[in-house]
Nanobody, 125 residues
Framework: QAQLVESGGGSVQTGDSLRLSCAASGRTFTNPIMAWFRQPPQKKREFVAAFKWSGSRSYYADSVKVRFTISHNGAKAINLQMNSLKPEDTALYYC???????????????????WGQGTQVTVSS
C-alpha cells in the first residue's frame, strides 16, 4: 500500500486562496491517477479533481472547475490550487491514488485504493 501525506490546509476568509499538496510513497502504479476528494461537515465524501498521468488529463467537479487547478509535481505528487474560496468549500480534503484501468471513472471514490489522512480547509464568510 502507498502512503499519502497531504499538507497545505488551513483557515481562510472568503475569496482567499490555498494550495494543497500530496506526496505518495511506497508502491508504484504503472498507470497512476491521483485525485482530491473532500468531505464537508455531516455530508458524504465528494470528488473535487483528478489528474491522470497517461495523456496528462485533468478532471474537475463542476463546483470547482473555474476556481481550482490540479497539477502534478513529479511522478507521485499532486497539488491543488484553490482560488476564490467560498464557505461551501469548507471540508476535510483527502488525497487518493489509484491505478487506471479500462472503464476507470475518475470521479468515483472506489477507483482509488490508497488514501491520505486528510487536511482541513475552513473558509469563513
Amino acid at each position: 500500500q502507498a502512503q499519502l501525506v497531504e499538507s497545505g490546509g488551513g483557515s481562510v476568509q472568503t475569496g482567499d486562496s490555498l494550495r494543497l499538496s500530496c506526496a505518495a510513497s511506497g508502491r508504484t502504479f504503472t498507470n497512476p491517477i491521483m485525485a482530491w476528494f473532500r468531505q464537508p461537515p455531516q455530508k458524504k465524501r465528494e470528488f473535487v479533481a483528478a489528474f491522470k498521468w497517461s495523456g496528462s488529463r485533468s478532471y474537475y467537479a463542476d463546483s470547482v472547475k473555474v476556481r481550482f487547478t490540479i497539477s502534478h509535481n513529479g511522478a507521485k505528487a499532486i497539488n491543488l490550487q484553490m482560488n476564490s474560496l467560498k464557505p461551501e468549500d469548507t471540508a476535510l480534503y483527502y488525497c487518493a491514488l489509484g491505478q487506471v484501468a479500462a472503464g476507470t471513472v475518475p470521479e468515483g471514490y472506489r477507483e482509488y485504493t490508497d488514501w491520505g489522512q486528510g487536511t482541513q480547509v475552513t473558509v469563513s464568510s
